[in-house]
């Protein structure tokens, strides 16, 4: 338990790295005292905007910082983060968690040897309209996402499976809660020397489907999210923020028994009664919620202030890093 903010810092204030710092200097569980970057310049300037110490070593980091952002790129996440977790602090890391399951190992026993907290960016599990249906405890029987985007120039080092799809893939292990049984995937390099596109159809032990596409190199961009279980069917647009969530409606039985024996040449009922009485359409009210990489790091901090597991703990980058990695995988085996 720690009372009042954490003495914080943020590793690498690159593209993502700076919002994470300017984050961490709004949010009142945290005292940014420094921000590191190999890049001096770049340091330097969001040091000043941000009035805390600009370093270029991750060494020279004050010895009371408790808590740190590391949002290097992906190939440095294990060096930066291994020598910290060991001496205690507690860590953020961006996802993808590391560039192999080994190194991630490595990252995972590194925390537990310090006694530190490890949390991954796996920022979506904030958005709000996942939260709110997480919340609903439903169980997934399909799922379907859609993750498209328009080529960024940013994250050569890796494919769209560990680019994008990773986040679907954790989104869908966290949901579902059962062991992936058998795969099909397939996807293909079209303007880098890695698949830039790829879609998967997953099959749990538990009997959950869900099929999944990403891609890197799309003219619009598209993150839908799709989840039909027993209960309800929802549907959410992460680029909008909008939800909807459709259950039985006070009709659904008379419904069934109408459609069961329907009769064609009779009188057909409009499609409003589909949609206002055998079925119930909810849009979901996200308007007042903190945006995902606010909410991501204020869960991160309230972790450690509290001294709870993360929300996105070490294990599960691990998993959805071991799925992306047997995703990519077999889409390599059968290059076009
Ligand atoms: P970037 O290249 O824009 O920024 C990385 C910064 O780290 C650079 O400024 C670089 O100088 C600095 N750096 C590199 N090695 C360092 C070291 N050893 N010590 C200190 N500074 C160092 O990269 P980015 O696009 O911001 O990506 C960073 C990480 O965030 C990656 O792991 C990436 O996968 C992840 N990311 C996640 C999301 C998401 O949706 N959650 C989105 C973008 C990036």
Not at 260 to 278: C, K, L, M, S, Y
Not at 303 to 324: K, W
Request: charged fraction near 25%; proline fraction near 5%; aromatic fraction near 4%.
């Amino acid at each position: 338990m720690i009372v009042g903010p954490v003495t914080t810092a943020v590793i690498g204030v690159g593209h993502l790295g700076k919002f994470h710092a300017r984050i961490h200097n709004e949010n009142p569980r945290a005292a940014l005292v420094a921000v590191v970057d190999s890049n001096a310049e770049r340091a330097g300037a969001l040091a000043s905007e941000l009035g805390c110490a600009a370093l270029t070593d991750v060494n020279a980091l004050p010895r009371d910082v408790r808590a740190v952002s590391i949002v290097v790129p992906t190939a440095q996440h294990a060096s930066v983060a291994i020598p910290l977790l060991e001496r205690g602090v507690h860590c953020l890391i961006e996802k993808p968690l590391a560039q192999s399951v080994e190194e991630a190992d490595r990252i995972l026993a590194a925390a537990e040897r310090g006694r530190a907290k490890l949390a991954v960016g796996h920022v979506e599990r904030f958005q709000p309209g996942l939260r709110k249906v997480r919340a609903m405890n439903l169980e997934p029987k399909f799922i379907e996402c859609h993750r498209l985007a328009p080529f960024s120039f940013r994250a050569l080092d890796v494919g769209v499976v560990h680019d994008l799809m990773i986040h679907d893939l954790d989104l869908i292990l966290d949901l579902v809660g059962s062991p992936v049984e058998s795969l099909d995937a397939a996807g293909g390099a079209i303007l880098t020397a890695s698949e830039d596109v790829a879609s998967v159809r997953l099959v749990f032990a538990n009997g959950a489907r869900a099929n999944v596409t990403a891609s890197r190199a799309s003219l619009q961009p598209m993150r839908r999210f799709r989840m039909f279980s027993g209960e309800a069917y929802v549907s959410l647009d992460f680029q909008k923020n909008y939800g909807v969530v459709i259950r039985k409606g006070p009709e659904w039985e008379k419904g069934r028994a109408l459609l069961a024996n329907f009769d064609p040449t009779t009188q057909a009922p409009g499609p409003e009664w589909i949609r206002d009485r055998v079925l119930s359409v909810e849009e979901l009210d996200l308007s007042d919620m903190d945006r995902p990489l606010q909410a991501e790091i204020d869960s991160f901090l309230r972790a450690v202030q509290e001294d709870r597991e993360p929300e996105v703990p070490g294990e599960d980058g691990r998993a959805a890093l071991a799925l992306a990695d047997r995703i990519a995988r077999e889409i390599r085996a059968q290059a076009w």
